[in-house]
């Protein structure tokens, strides 16, 4: 069984204010970075030796999408453990989420969790899994700079897990 992740990959002047921020702070505070790139989940990880299936339902569902509006504006947390971009998708972006979401549900062997799917909280992590002394000097960091894009919703990419970080499996464009 292999792992995998489905996001949406976030490009250009995102990805490159995203790496330079992760990069710092994690220099900075000494904690670990994430092993993805910059992008928002569609859905968490998860295992199967069954990718073709999701892959089939991918290949029809981008065929009639086209590319909907994001905005990155500023920074949020969850918890004193994670701080993130904001990523706020315009109400096209929402559809095309929720329905990709709609289709992957067919699938019986997916397992879903409690905070997945729908009606959830799109962001792009800088960094996670902080322990309560690193947060708040990260947070107030992070707050110097204040991301403000103007990017898609382009593509629904597979990650696949390669023992050692998260590589690009296929992405599908609209």
């Known amino acids: 069984m292999n792992r995998y992740v489905i996001v949406c990959l976030l490009k250009d002047d995102v990805l490159n204010f995203h790496e330079k ?4 702070v994690c220099s900075k505070y000494k904690v670990r970075p994430q092993k993805l790139p910059a ?18 339902i991918l290949e029809r569902f981008i065929k009639d999408r086209k590319k909907e ?24 972006a929402i559809e095309i989420h929720d329905q990709f979401i709609d ?3 067919i699938l019986p062997w997916l397992d879903w969790k409690p905070h997945e799917g729908k009606d959830k909280v799109y962001h792009c ?7 309560p002394d690193k947060f708040h000097p990260i947070w107030d960091y992070v707050n110097k700079y204040n991301p403000q894009f103007h990017t898609y919703f382009d593509n629904i990419s597979i990650l696949k897990w390669n023992g050692e970080r998260w590589e690009t499996y296929k992405e599908y464009l609209f």
Do not use: N, Q
């Open 21 to 24: 921020l992760v990069e710092e």
């Open 39 to 56: 992008h928002f989940t569609i859905k968490a990880p998860f295992e199967t030796d069954r990718i073709d299936e999701v892959e089939d």
């Open 69 to 92: 509006a994001l905005e990155i504006s500023g920074f949020d947390y969850f918890r004193d453990a994670v701080v993130f971009m904001r990523v706020l998708p315009s109400k096209g």
């Open 103 to 105: 289709e992957l549900k």
């Open 125 to 131: 992590t800088i960094v996670s899994r902080l322990k």
